[in-house]
Each structure stands twice: as structure tokens, then as C-alpha cells.
């Protein structure tokens, strides 16, 4: 393990943030020694091992910590205004308007937005489609991209591993024949590429059978 660490450390220094975990997989099974199996060094291998590099030196200074604490002031409720936010963290109205423009520029807010119910704007179905396909290559994934750019029924999609699967889509629908219209462009758009297709369906309408309702704000006490 300590052998591979070192490795990704140093692809790390090689390339850029928008790396695939199995790029780094693939990279580091070719630079492994003999010895090491290929099994050694699995996706999830990487993220095991990409996540000892971030606690490397995850002590926070209290800078970081005043950063961190506005950030989820603002998962709260981002409409609130700098002033509110500063009155509940202790911190001038100039610092937090600082804070909240470097949280913007460095990419830790992606965009203000609200989550809405689902089902009170007609839909009735959340799809989690997992995806395996034969192999995972560079072009497949700019063609996986545009594709999905054209579904817009898909919120959510990216590469991974589980299940014997590789991929994930996340969807929702107002009803099963809109599902299945994508469930069959799957299927024609993506041979001989696609291999399997398992869908996990949810209920929008039946709030009775949500256990925790979808949030990021629990977070806050995640890693407390």
C-alpha cells in the first residue's frame, strides 16, 4: 500500500484535478512493481489511497475553518444575505462578502439553487441506473458527455464502481414510459459498448417511505 501511495503522489504532481479515479488506477498499475497484482491497485484501491493524500496534512488552520463554516451556513440557506451570515458566524459583513467571493472562485459553490419536490412538478419516478460497459476509454467518456447533455431527464451521471457496474445515471421521470424511452436510447445508442443495464426505481409521490429526506446540510456534522 505504502508503494502505491507513493506512486499516486506522484501522478498527482503530474496531472490536474479533472483526472478519472481510473485513470489514476491505470496509470498506477503500469507503473507498479512485478510483484503487485492488478487487483492490488482496483478503483477502489485508488480512492482508498487518494483519500490517505488528502488527510496528509488535513489539519485545518482556522482560516480554512472560518471558510468551511460559511460554507455550510450557506448550504442552510443561501439566501440569506452577508449580513445575516455575519451576525450568525461572528464575522464582519466585509469578510464574509471576501469569503463568500473566494468559496465562488475556487469552485467550492457550483451554483445557487434550490431542491425542489419533485413530485409536486409532475414527477413520479427517481431512476438509479447502473451502467456496465465493456471498457472505459478516454472517447467514450467525451461521447458519454454529449450524450447525456441531450437527456434531460439526467441530473446526475459519472463513471465509478460497484455492483459489477461502472457507470451511474441518476433520473426522474413523470412517468414509466419516460423511463423506458431512455432505458431503450441506452441500449440502441450505446452497442456493443453497453453490456448491462440495472435500474433501483423510487416512488417521488410517496413521501411515507423516505426514510432522510435528500440534503447536504447534514454534512456539517459528518466529520465531527
Known amino acids: 500500500m505504502s508503494r502505491y501511495l507513493l506512486i499516486l503522489r506522484l501522478e498527482?504532481?503530474?496531472?490536474?484535478s479533472n483526472t478519472s479515479n481510473y485513470q489514476l488506477a491505470s496509470s498506477v498499475r503500469?507503473?507498479?512493481?512485478?510483484s503487485m497484482s492488478d487487483e492490488g491497485c482496483s478503483i477502489t484501491t485508488i480512492i482508498r489511497l487518494n483519500e490517505l493524500c488528502m488527510k496528509k496534512g488535513s489539519k485545518m488552520s482556522e482560516k480554512e475553518k472560518e471558510k468551511m463554516r460559511l460554507l455550510y451556513e450557506l448550504i442552510k440557506g443561501s439566501r440569506r444575505s452577508d449580513r445575516q451570515?455575519?451576525?450568525?458566524?461572528?464575522?464582519s459583513q466585509p469578510t464574509i462578502t471576501r469569503k463568500r467571493t473566494r468559496l465562488e472562485a475556487e469552485g467550492y459553490i457550483?451554483?445557487?439553487?434550490i431542491v425542489p419536490d419533485v413530485s409536486k412538478m409532475g414527477y413520479e419516478m427517481v431512476a438509479f441506473t447502473f451502467l456496465g460497459f465493456t471498457e472505459a476509454k478516454a472517447e467514450l467518456l467525451e461521447k458519454a458527455?454529449?450524450?447525456?447533455?441531450?437527456?434531460p431527464?439526467?441530473?446526475?451521471?459519472?463513471d465509478g464502481e460497484g455492483l459489477g457496474m461502472n457507470s451511474i445515471i441518476v433520473s426522474v421521470h413523470k412517468n414509466y414510459a419516460s423511463f423506458s424511452k431512455l432505458i431503450t436510447s441506452l441500449r440502441q445508442d450505446w452497442q456493443p459498448n453497453l453490456k448491462d443495464v440495472q435500474?433501483?426505481?423510487?416512488?417521488?409521490?410517496?413521501?411515507d417511505l423516505m426514510v432522510k429526506q435528500f440534503s447536504f446540510r447534514y454534512l456539517e456534522k459528518a466529520d465531527n
Open 85 to 91: 451570515l455575519a451576525k450568525v458566524l461572528k464575522i
Open 145 to 151: 458527455r454529449e450524450w447525456s447533455k441531450k437527456q
Open 110 to 113: 457550483k451554483e445557487y439553487t
Open 12 to 16: 498527482f504532481s503530474k496531472r490536474n
Open 153 to 158: 431527464n439526467i441530473v446526475f451521471a459519472s
Open 30 to 34: 503500469m507503473q507498479s512493481f512485478p
Open 199 to 207: 435500474s433501483f426505481i423510487l416512488s417521488a409521490n410517496r413521501p
